[in-house]
C-alpha cells in the first residue's frame, strides 16, 4: 500500500529564506504525488502535482517539487517565503482505486 | 467557475443526534470522496464515488456512517447516533477521473462537526 511521510511537523523560517518541506513516499507503482496547502478553516488546494511528465514540478505561489526516485522523495520548496505562505501542507500520494493517502502535515511558520 | 460546496460549514450535535453533511461537487466531475480529518491530523479517506455507484467505502469508520450520490452530483455523508470521537472535519473532494490521469482532487472548505 502507498504511504507518505512528512519530516518536520513545524517549520519556522525567515521572510525571504528559502522554505523547505520534506516528503517521502512509498509506493510499489509509479506514482502520483500532490502537494496541498491548508489555510485556517478552509479546504485544501492544490498547489502541484507529480505526473511522470518531468521530474522538476512547479506550482503556483512560486513554489516547486522535485520527484527523486532513487530518494523516494518528493520535498515542496520556495526560494523566498512570504508571510502570506504561512499554512499547513500535505503532501499526498494517490492510492488504490484513486482515493489519496495524505501525511501528517506541516506548518510553516513565517517569522518578519 | 464555481468549486465544490458543503454545508453547513459548522454543525455541532449532541451525542446520539443523527447528522447529514452535504457535498456539491464541480459540475462535470464524475468521482467524488469524502475525507475524515481530526484536529492537528491530515485527512484519512472515508469513501469514493464514481457517479453513483459507491466504488469504496473502507475507510467508513463504523455501520453509522453512510453515504449516497443518489443522481450522481450531489453527495450526502449521514452520520447516525453521533459520538464524540465523530467530532472532525469532513473534507468532499471531487474529480475528472480522466483514464490514465493523475485525477487530481479539488476540495470543498469542509464541515466542522463538533459533538457535545
Known amino acids: 500500500a502507498q504511504s507518505v511521510t512528512q519530516l518536520g511537523s513545524h517549520v519556522s523560517v525567515s521572510e525571504g529564506a528559502l522554505v523547505l518541506l520534506r516528503c517521502n513516499y512509498s509506493s510499489s507503482v509509479p506514482p502520483y504525488l500532490f502537494w496541498y496547502v491548508q489555510y485556517p478553516n478552509q479546504g485544501l488546494q492544490l498547489l502541484l502535482k507529480?505526473?511522470?511528465?518531468?521530474?522538476l514540478v512547479k506550482g503556483i505561489n512560486g513554489f516547486e517539487a522535485e520527484f527523486k526516485k532513487s530518494e523516494t522523495s518528493f520535498h515542496l520548496t520556495k526560494p523566498s517565503a512570504h508571510m502570506s505562505d504561512a499554512a499547513e501542507y500535505f503532501c499526498a500520494v494517490r492510492s488504490d482505486g484513486n482515493k489519496l493517502v495524505f501525511g501528517a502535515g506541516t506548518i510553516l511558520r513565517v517569522k518578519s | 467557475g464555481a468549486g465544490v460546496s458543503q454545508s453547513p460549514r459548522y454543525k455541532v450535535a449532541k451525542r446520539g443526534q443523527d447528522v447529514a453533511l452535504r457535498c456539491d461537487p464541480i459540475s462535470g466531475h464524475v468521482s467524488l470522496f469524502w475525507y475524515q480529518q481530526a484536529l492537528g491530523q491530515g485527512p484519512e479517506f472515508l469513501t469514493y464515488?464514481?457517479?453513483?455507484?459507491?466504488?469504496?467505502k473502507s475507510g467508513l469508520p463504523s455501520d453509522r456512517f453512510f453515504a449516497e450520490r443518489p443522481e450522481g452530483s450531489v453527495s450526502t455523508l449521514k452520520i447516525q447516533r453521533t459520538q464524540q470521537e465523530d467530532s472532525a472535519v469532513y473534507l468532499c473532494?471531487?474529480?475528472?477521473?480522466?483514464?490514465?490521469?493523475?485525477?487530481?482532487?479539488?476540495f470543498g472548505p469542509g464541515t466542522r462537526l463538533t459533538v457535545t
Open positions: 473532494a471531487s474529480s475528472l477521473a480522466l483514464a490514465g490521469g493523475p485525477g487530481e482532487q479539488y
Open positions: 507529480y505526473t511522470s511528465a518531468a521530474t
Open positions: 464515488f464514481q457517479n453513483e455507484a459507491q466504488l469504496d
